[in-house]
């Protein structure tokens, strides 16, 4: 069965750092892309960053020069280094993998940072 295993969220103070970490099951092949999404409380689901197989990147406005998406394609695994956290980093964090026309998504890690 196909799965998608986040870890790495918790809590942090304001400028520290977490890092998050996003396993595919080897059921998953040939994964195209993966990528962090958030949703903070009331609001809806948006785009953290993504970085395809091949090592390309795209991050939100807000989290550039702050977080930084890398890949382990022999391990399905990626991971997501957020440093300068803010208050409004806070939000559960969903994984997603993208391979072909399927998608995948985790059930969300909760990163919470205090101010």
């Known amino acids: 069965q196909a799965q998608v295993q986040e870890s790495g969220g918790g809590l942090a103070q304001a400028g520290g750092s977490l890092r998050l970490s996003c396993t595919a099951s080897?059921?998953?092949?040939?994964?195209?892309?993966m990528g962090w999404y958030r949703q903070a409380e009331g609001k809806q689901r948006e785009l953290v960053a993504t970085?395809?197989?091949?090592?390309?990147?795209t991050y939100a406005e807000s989290v550039k020069g702050r977080f930084t998406i890398s890949i382990d394609n022999a391990k399905n695994t990626e991971y997501l280094q957020m440093n300068s956290l803010k208050p409004e980093d806070t939000a559960v964090y969903y994984c997603?993998?993208?391979?072909?026309?399927?998608?995948?998504w985790g059930q969300g890690t909760q990163v919470t940072v205090s101010s």
């Open positions: 080897r059921s998953i092949f040939r994964v195209n892309a």
């Open positions: 970085i395809t197989s091949g090592g390309i990147t």
């Open positions: 997603h993998v993208r391979t072909g026309p399927l998608q995948y």
